[in-house]
């Protein structure tokens, strides 16, 4: 009886919900993260932010999601002969207890197709995917685009 009662508690342990979103995400943390407002008619934007990966396993980070947008990928800018292009890249490694910045000119996670305009000064969310499925979901504030300093 003792061994039927320890195999029902491990299978309820195991189909719990809980349990189901463990993995690569239990160990991110987010810092600095934020949404570039645009203008009204502006069909895209970017988020920029840090992901700290506080475990002792190496995470991969595959894709994100927002209802803000129609489409979220992962991209990053890479030299096309003297053109610098954006490009949807398949993924980010993080080592463990690294630091990855996501950062304008650089990696970032871009929102396809806004669904509404973004207004400054409100939040959301937005959730990370990674190799495993789980996910880390995380609020960010609509910061203005800083107009470029005159000289």
Do not use: Y
């Amino acid at each position: 009886m003792t061994a039927l009662r320890l195999a029902a508690a491990l299978l309820l342990t195991c189909a719990s919900p809980f349990s189901l979103a463990a993995g690569m995400a239990d160990g991110i943390a987010v810092e600095a993260a934020h949404i570039r407002q645009m203008p009204p008619a502006a069909p895209n934007s970017a988020a920029f932010l840090t992901v700290i990966n506080t475990a002792t396993m190496p995470v991969r980070l595959t894709g994100a999601h927002s209802a803000l947008a129609q489409t979220v990928e992962l991209h990053d800018h890479v030299r096309d002969g003297e053109i610098m292009r954006m490009r949807r890249i398949e993924g980010i490694d993080i080592a463990a207890g690294a630091r990855a910045t996501l950062a304008p000119g650089g990696k970032h996670v871009m929102l396809i197709g806004l669904k509404q305009p973004l207004v400054a000064g409100a939040t959301a969310q937005i959730t990370l995917v990674f190799a495993d499925g789980s996910e880390h979901t995380f609020s960010a504030p609509i910061t203005p685009i800083r107009p470029a300093p005159t000289h």
